[in-house]
């Protein structure tokens, strides 16, 4: 496991990323990333040898719901590296980074019709359903 941080390690992981979000162009992603990373969010990737294989994109925040915890913004493995347990030993090494934070909670949200990772989240790695969430865009 490894926090992505140099160029070519980011393009790396955005190819992975963009199995999640394929509408992800590099400058899009770039600019963005720019933001996030200064706002704390961090990249990070499982390897399987020299190839990553998953990504999970976090950033460490508090809250009067969750205390101190790790949000999950992305967690996806590589289509052709699925069922290999990559995404639970990604998730398994986000929870304890957070325990190392001394963080209460590891938190994430998931789109509802991806029903297959739902059930790894609650029957895998024993995440409970705890809330729906909700938006509204604010531009036309």
């Known amino acids: 496991m490894k926090r992505l ?20 162009t590099n400058d899009f992603f770039f600019q963005t990333y720019e ?16 190839e990553i294989v998953a990504v999970t994109g976090i950033i460490t925040l508090t809250n009067f719901y969750d ?22 030993k990604l998730l398994q090494y986000v929870e304890e980074l957070g325990r190392e934070q001394g963080c209460e909670k590891v938190t994430l949200s998931s789109g509802l019709v991806r029903v297959h990772a739902h059930r790894f989240y609650e029957e895998k790695m024993n995440y409970e359903k705890a809330s729906y969430v909700f938006r509204k865009s604010l531009v036309q």
């Open 67 to 88: 205390g101190r915890h790790i949000y999950v913004y992305d967690l996806v493995t590589k289509n052709t590296g699925r069922s290999k347990g990559y995404g639970e």
């Open 35 to 50: 933001k996030m990373s200064e706002e704390g969010y961090e990249l990070h990737a499982y390897y399987d040898g020299e």
């Open 5 to 24: 941080q140099t160029r070519e390690e980011l393009l790396q992981g955005l190819e992975v990323l963009r199995e999640l979000r394929p509408h992800l």
